[in-house]
């Protein structure tokens, strides 16, 4: 997948939105089990597995290590790790899929010693790990830095009480599962909470560690002596499913989001509701009914609970469509706007300032040609162009097969009108 050419699409307006659309699992939680089952020896069956190119690629950074990854059958993924791997992170993988920075802590855990190479930035904005290193340094970890490459060091970590400055998802994700083979007992304070790390915390407790407290703010871990390899099936990819969901509020119509866990996207069914949306939990996931027309509401993007970053682009699609003026706050990646000159070059009327934006609605947009500059904006892109005149040519397209699997067959089986080119 890593080889997949830069692929185009194209967009047209079209009926109103009508079907059920499946979840697939959750790429931000898929990525750090993965990264887990370096941990132990043995065999992993992961089910609900989203076919993506990172997850192909985290696939491959395994697979460099000396593990074995396959895919069966459609949504499963078996993980055969051997009793010795190279606990090393190439440039080449670790700069495709930056989350792979979450290999460092378990590898060096499990390892006694992790060579990653350093993440470097992304289109959003620079990728900070200091956080990660100063709490694995709490376990007693020596790490160094020389040509691009960081060395992390330790015959046996030591139980810690880490806080971090930040509720950073990658950072909690890391001192976890360094944390799970330390000796004694470890405190994270100021934990992010997001759904992906209580599916982290709970696959870890299946390979046997003694976790408590993921989800919330304080987690406690006691460490044990040994992990083994376990079977784990993915929570439902919420950014997806916000994904669909955008989509029906910006086209119209009315869409069951299939396995989706309403319960993980409490704030985001609140705002949309605010913005005229329908959009409650049902027997088969969520169900959403979109409005004549949107109404504007303010947003502000937080840690979890609050509305996550990754909301943002596909919220500011829908507000550029909406009745009225929206300020939109970022609080978590300062130059997360990029994609605002690409809707502009569709007739949207909105202006940055700092991390804020201004959205101003207008009935409709007008296809143009743009860029996708990451997989959210790239989907952000796609979702305009439902509701914009004539034709949106979104280029650069292999960003958005980051994240999101079969993402026009399931826009198609809804009845939009989108196409690669
Ligand atoms: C973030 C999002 C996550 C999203 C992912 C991919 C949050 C809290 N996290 O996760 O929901 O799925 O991007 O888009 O919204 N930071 C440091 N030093 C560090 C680590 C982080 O300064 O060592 C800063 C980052 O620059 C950022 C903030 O802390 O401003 C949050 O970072 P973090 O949660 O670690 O980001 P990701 O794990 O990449």
Redesign the pocket.
């Known amino acids: 997948m890593s080889d997949t050419p830069p692929s185009t699409i194209v967009v047209r307006p079209g009926p109103p939105l009508q079907g059920v659309v499946p979840i697939a699992g959750a790429k931000?939680a898929v990525l750090k089990l993965l990264a887990a089952t370096t941990l132990a020896e043995g065999r992993f069956v992961l089910r609900n597995v989203p076919d993506i190119a990172d997850v192909a690629w985290m696939g491959e950074l395994l697979e460099a290590m000396g593990m074995r990854v396959d895919r069966p059958r459609a949504g499963e993924l078996v993980v055969d790790r051997p009793a010795v791997i190279v606990p090393e992170a190439p440039y080449e993988l670790v700069e495709k899929t930056?989350?792979s920075i979450v290999v460092l802590g378990p590898l060096l855990a499990r390892c006694g010693v992790a060579r990653v190479s350093l993440p470097g930035g992304d289109d959003f904005?620079?990728?900070?790990?200091?956080?990660?290193?100063r709490a694995l340094e709490a376990l007693g970890a020596t790490i160094d830095v020389a040509h691009g490459m960081l060395e992390a060091r330790a015959t046996r970590l030591r139980g810690a009480r880490i806080v971090l400055?930040?509720?950073?998802?990658?950072?909690t994700?890391n001192t976890l599962m360094a944390a799970v083979l330390a000796r004694g007992t470890t405190t994270i304070e100021n934990a992010?909470r997001?759904p992906e790390i209580v599916d982290l915390a709970e696959f870890l407790v299946r390979m046997g560690a003694r976790i408590r407290g993921a989800g919330t703010s304080t987690v406690e871990i006691e460490g044990v002596d040994e992990l083994v390899a376990a079977d784990h099936t993915l929570v439902p990819d919420r950014?997806e499913a916000a994904t669909y969901l955008a989509a029906t509020a910006v086209a119209g119509g009315e869409v069951v989001l299939g396995g989706a866990r309403a319960d993980h996207m409490d704030l985001l069914l609140r705002k949309v509701e605010q913005m005229g949306v329908s959009a409650v939990a049902c027997s088969e996931g969520v169900r959403v009914v979109a409005p004549e027309r949107l109404r504007a509401v303010d947003v502000s993007?937080l840690?979890?609970p609050g509305l996550?970053?990754?909301y943002k682009p596909l919220l500011v699609a829908s507000l550029a469509v909406a009745d009225g003026v929206a300020i939109v706050t970022e609080n978590?990646?300062?130059g997360r706007f990029r994609y605002v000159d690409e809707l502009v070059r569709m007739g949207a009327d909105i202006r940055t300032e700092g991390h804020h934006a201004v959205v101003r609605g207008r009935e409709r947009l007008s296809g143009a040609r743009v860029r996708a500059h990451d997989i959210?904006a790239g989907a952000a892109l796609v979702v305009a162009g439902l509701r914009a005149e004539g034709e949106t040519v979104v280029a650069d397209a292999h960003h958005i097969d980051r994240g999101y699997e079969r993402f026009i067959d399931k826009l198609t089986a809804l009845g939009a009108s989108v196409e690669r080119r």
């Open positions: 931000n930056r989350a904005g620079p990728r900070p790990i200091d956080m990660h290193l400055e930040f509720p950073s998802v990658g950072a994700e992010a997001e950014i993007t840690p979890y996550a970053t990754d978590i990646f300062a959210r």
